[in-house]
């Protein structure tokens, strides 16, 4: 029994090592098994399940096994600093570059460190919310509270896609009403988790959270200490009326729509209002083959064309969002100089 | 504890800390909050090293003294083939495993190649009756336990091995 | 009782699959509960929903609960939370015992599971609202208590909590990571190693390091000599097991397993704190304190009935909160949202049907966990037989799987490993104690971000005190659990002096 095991084995090992180093070296293609590393260590979060979307409908596409790993930014960021040839790749949201701007420890300049390949899809949810009985009742109210000089306490994790929402109210209170955006204070806290404690602590005044983890709570009664209430929504209102029109819960599409621009107005210069789409994109080592690029464009090209892989992402609150690397270089780099100068402004 | 009033998150203060607050008070400035728990530790080893040298070290020297006890790494036996060795090979192994693994991306083969010749090479560094027999089961096991290890978690569960 | 309908024949063979799955994977050494659920998680694509859960729920309870082997027979933590389990398991097989010892250890870990599932489904909501009273500074006072076991631990007082500081200021290595509120600056940590440390040392690893490792390394010094001779005759003579080694563990078993439960159900405490904190109490409260950490079987209850009562602590949060409360069934959010499924306070109204089913799950799951551990018990066993020059490798390279795999492909882990076996060799040689330092390590991290995020928060040391009655009661219990163990301490002292003289 042990031994014929052990000749199978042998057997199906000499032959895969052969196949395997047969494709590796053939062409310039992706190998045939193509690893895709994410931002996040976490594989219950929405980076790791709009990759893993996106990774099923590329191996099936082009015929190749495809594994997600959720190593995290730094190492993420290291491993396709260290691989050119195109077996691994990495997938990461707008915390790649705010990161940066934020000067926050392992984060390089992704527009010159890496390259920049097709973004893929919005998670619409990140939203601001306050307490049921919270005596504001949106965010003008908030905005007005610190102009008359109230500190309004708010729960982010620092240094990204949690905090630039924070940062564009404090913008936009500098701009509105100048020297009052001091008054707009911080809670520097971790995981959602956490952000909601400090809310039930009394900490925070207002919380970073999103549709997809917050919305159960804004359906509690009020008399619940857990009961919240959404006051903004970052994503364009374009974004939101992608959505299907059953929204998140018992939260209709209809009613996200009451808490985006331009229903709630947080002003990014004066003229026009501030949104923040979280948005997924692939990232590349800077050497990388531009066949091989154009091969994923390619395929991703097919892919949503096709029009199977907007239905599952929609199914999971994921706006469809393909853009070329091309493309997606450009409208990154715009985005990432329009929050510059939003981070620059409060310095 | 549960006020949700903005500016409200302050706690009843007791009489003893009303009476001299600035005893108790602590600010941490978030930019620097990274140092303030490793000071606090810092000081603590410091401080523990200090009462060791004070409260054991004498009488640690006392029992040396005396030869009830010996300096570590004097006495005992030293199978320094074996010790060394095993640090070597481990080495090695680490070494190249992700070197032969990057001429097969993503396959697992490069701890599935390695980890055959480092396995047998320990068994037989660790074995003292070096019979045929003996040497035949341990490069049996050298070969069947990372084929099974890499059949069952790279192949099967798709775990990332280098 | 529309819920009987998904319960088919499928239903429980998933279980089934799923737990031993999971037991695999838990006793593997590096391998965890939490990466058993990672990798299954694909598969559970293909199923619906009640499904996909069997499988993982299996996966979760054999998961945590296959940790015991390798803890009791190898004396290697198979998961982090089965590293108080080590402290006697270890030297019961030793003695001879190991079957006994896994055993014991099974039977608690039935206890714990079951007990916490019947928490789970009568409290669920109720608990929720009681664990959100927790904020920063409670949890610092539990996790405060839970090191209070290190003065009862050390071989040597002051070595002792020497070590268990060398233990947090390790953990301390990396960034403030903004994952838990930091800053996201490095600390300790030279301008090279920054590439490598940026996260700082990984659990598992340098467990497996430290324990692992080092003993190969400490064997290998001493030349690699087989004792399994004598361990056959030791076998032969040892105490047959027997459930008359619970009549006095009754209180153990349930104190344990409501703890376990309870610091599951605290968002981020979770994990390993559970059955430290079990371990310590017993230790406090044991007839026989100073036989533990010798092979005392009560330690081994209290470790595994807190860790499977973990399990349904865990899920306490998950279901009525939304939130993970240990880093599995962070996994498991994946699960729901993948099928389009909500978790939140409001899950277990909306879903009644999901939620009953998956109480049978968990219910299936632990008694299907027993069932094949209890009857494979007398093979496992047995592989302390196995000659060390064919076991050793083996371990090696089962470590080596473990630490790359459980970042998902991270080579300096693997370094870890070795960094940490070769410090764990050395510290043993000069007299530092590698569990207090493990219990330092494990739970500095956790230390480090509730005091200073108490203290960012209220500007006060007071606030220790005066936060709640809960922090009043924790204190409390840090009071007695200090004092019994200066009470035992010099008792045995006493005892000693008096068996000189």
Redesign the interface.
């Known amino acids: 029994m042990k031994k014929t095991m052990f000749g199978i084995a042998l057997a199906a090992c000499g032959v895969f090592a052969m196949t395997s180093v047969g494709t590796a070296f053939a062409e310039t293609s992706f190998p045939r098994n193509l690893r895709i590393v994410i931002g996040s260590k976490s594989t219950g979060g929405d980076t790791y399940q709009n990759t893993a979307i996106v990774a099923e409908a590329l191996a099936e596409k082009l015929g190749i096994n495809v594994k997600v790993d959720a190593v995290g930014g730094s190492t993420g960021f290291n491993t396709i600093k260290r691989v050119s040839n195109g077996s691994v790749i990495m997938m990461f949201h707008d915390q790649a570059y705010l990161g940066y701007l934020y000067g926050k420890k392992g984060y390089d300049n992704p527009f010159t460190e890496y390259r920049i390949g097709p973004s893929v899809a919005i998670n619409p949810g990140n939203a601001y919310l306050v307490a049921k009985k919270s005596p504001y009742q949106n965010v003008e109210e908030l905005m007005a509270a610190c102009a008359a000089g109230t500190d309004v306490r708010v729960a982010i994790q620092p240094g990204g896609v949690s905090e630039i929402g924070y940062s564009a109210l404090k913008n936009a209170i500098r701009i509105q009403h100048p020297g009052k955006e001091g008054c707009l204070v911080a809670v520097n806290r971790g995981s959602q988790s956490d952000k909601n404690q400090a809310m039930f602590d009394g900490l925070a005044d207002l919380i970073n959270g999103s549709v997809q983890a917050n919305e159960q709570y804004t359906r509690l009664p009020a008399d619940d200490q857990k009961a919240m209430r959404f006051v903004w929504l970052t994503a364009r209102d374009a974004t939101i009326k992608q959505a299907n029109p059953e929204g998140m819960g018992e939260t209709s599409r209809e009613m996200l729509l009451a808490y985006t621009d331009p229903a709630v107005s947080v002003t990014q210069d004066g003229s026009k209002n501030f949104t923040f789409d979280k948005e997924f994109f692939f990232l590349f080592n800077k050497d990388m083959d531009q066949k091989l690029v154009d091969e994923l464009d390619q395929a991703l090209t097919e892919i949503f064309a096709a029009g199977d892989i907007q239905k599952t992402q929609k199914k999971s609150f994921f706006i469809p969002n393909f853009r070329p690397s091309a493309e997606a270089e450009a409208y990154f780099k715009d985005k990432a100089a329009q929050y510059e100068v939003i981070l620059g402004n409060l310095k | 504890m549960g006020n949700l009033l903005p500016g409200s998150g302050e706690p009843l203060r007791p009489a003893w800390e009303l009476a001299m607050p600035e005893l108790f008070t602590v600010t941490i400035d978030f930019e620097q909050s990274h140092l303030f728990f490793p000071h606090i530790i810092h000081w603590m080893l410091l401080l523990m090293v200090v009462l060791i040298l004070v409260f054991e070290a004498p009488a640690y020297l006392r029992r040396l003294r005396a030869g009830h006890v010996s300096l570590p790494f004097t006495r005992g036996p030293f199978d320094a083939v074996r010790f060394m060795g095993t640090l070597l090979l481990t080495v090695v192994y680490f070494l190249t495993m992700p070197w032969v693994g990057d001429f097969f991306p993503n396959t697992g083969l490069g701890f599935l190649i390695v980890s055959i010749p480092y396995m047998a090479a320990l068994s037989l560094l660790y074995l003292h009756d070096r019979s045929l027999r003996q040497v035949f089961l341990v490069v049996l096991n050298a070969v069947i336990a990372p084929v099974v290890a890499w059949l069952v978690l790279a192949k099967l569960f798709a775990i990332t091995l280098p | 009782m529309e819920f009987l309908s998904n319960l088919d024949a499928l239903y429980f063979v998933l279980i089934l699959a799923g737990t031993l799955i999971g037991i695999i994977f838990g006793a593997i050494p590096g391998m965890t509960a939490t ?1 058993a659920v ?5 598969l559970t ?1 293909a199923l619906d929903l009640n499904h996909g859960l069997a499988l993982l729920l299996g996966l979760y309870v054999g998961g945590i609960s296959g940790g015991l082997v390798p803890a009791i027979l190898l004396n290697i933590p198979g998961t982090p939370s089965s590293i108080t389990t080590t402290f006697d398991g270890y030297p019961m097989t030793q003695k001879g015992e190991g079957e006994r010892a896994l055993k014991v250890a099974i039977v608690s870990s039935l206890f714990g599971g079951l007990l916490s599932a019947a928490v789970l489904f009568s409290f669920a909501p109720l608990l929720a ?1 009681f664990a ?2 927790f ?1 920063y500074v409670e949890k610092f006072l539990i996790i405060l208590l839970a090191l209070t076991v290190i003065a009862s631990l050390s071989k ?1 007082l ?2 002792g ?2 070590s268990a ?2 233990g ?2 390790l953990a ?1 290595i990396g ?14 940590m030279m301008p090279f190693m ?2 490598f440390l ?2 700082g040392f990984s659990l598992l690893p340098v467990l497996i390091g430290l324990f692992g490792v080092a003993h ?2 400490e064997e ?6 087989e004792t399994h001779t004598d361990m056959k005759d030791a076998l032969k003579n040892s105490l047959p097991f027997s459930f008359s080694v619970f009549r006095n563990q009754k209180t153990n078993l349930v104190r344990s397993g409501f703890l376990g439960t309870f610091i599951g159900m605290l ?2 405490v979770g994990g390993s704190a559970a059955s430290v904190l079990a371990y310590t109490q017993e230790k406090n409260f044991s007839r026989h304190p100073e036989k533990m950490g010798k092979g005392a079987p009560e330690g081994v209850v209290a470790s595994e009935a807190a860790n499977n009562g973990l399990t349904g602590g865990a899920l306490i ?1 998950l279901l009525s ?4 409360g240990d880093s599995t069934t ?5 699960a729901f ?2 099928q ?1 499924v ?6 277990i109204g909306e879903n009644v049907d999901t939620w009953n089913t998956m109480m049978v799950g968990l219910l299936a799951a632990n008694i299907a966990m027993f069932v094949v551990m209890f009857f494979a018990i007398k093979h496992i066993a047995k592989v302390v037989m196995v000659p ?3 076991l ?3 371990i ?3 470590c ?2 473990g630490a ?2 459980i ?5 300096f882990d ?2 870890t490993l ?1 960094l940490f076996g ?1 410090g764990g060799y050395l510290a043993s ?3 530092i104690e590698v569990a207090p330092l493990v219990i330092g390590f494990i739970l500095g991290g956790q ?3 509730y ?3 108490s ?9 220790f ?4 009655p809960i922090a009043v009661v924790l204190w409390l219990l840090i009071a007695i659990s200090v004092g019994f163990s200066i009470y035992q301490a010099s008792k045995a002292g006493r005892a000693k002096r008096d068996t000189d003289a």
């Open positions: 990466m990672a990798v299954c998680l694909p694509y609202d959100i009273k904020s040597n002051l070595m909590l020497l500081l060398i947090i200021w301390l960034t403030y990571s903004v994952e838990v509120g930091g800053n996201g600056d490095m600390r300790l920054e590439e940026y996260d190969i390394l290998a010094e001493k030349g690699i000599h968002p981020g949060p909160l939304g939130i993970p962070a996994v498991l959010i994946g949202t993948l389009g909500q978790v939140g306070p409001l899950f060390k020059h064919i050793y490798p083996i090696m390279m089962m080596v799987v790359y795999a970042n998902y492909g991270v080579m693997v370094w070795l070769i040689k000069i007299g230390a480090e971000v005091f200073v995020k203290l960012e928060s209220f500007g006060t040391l007071t606030i005190f005066t936060k709640s």
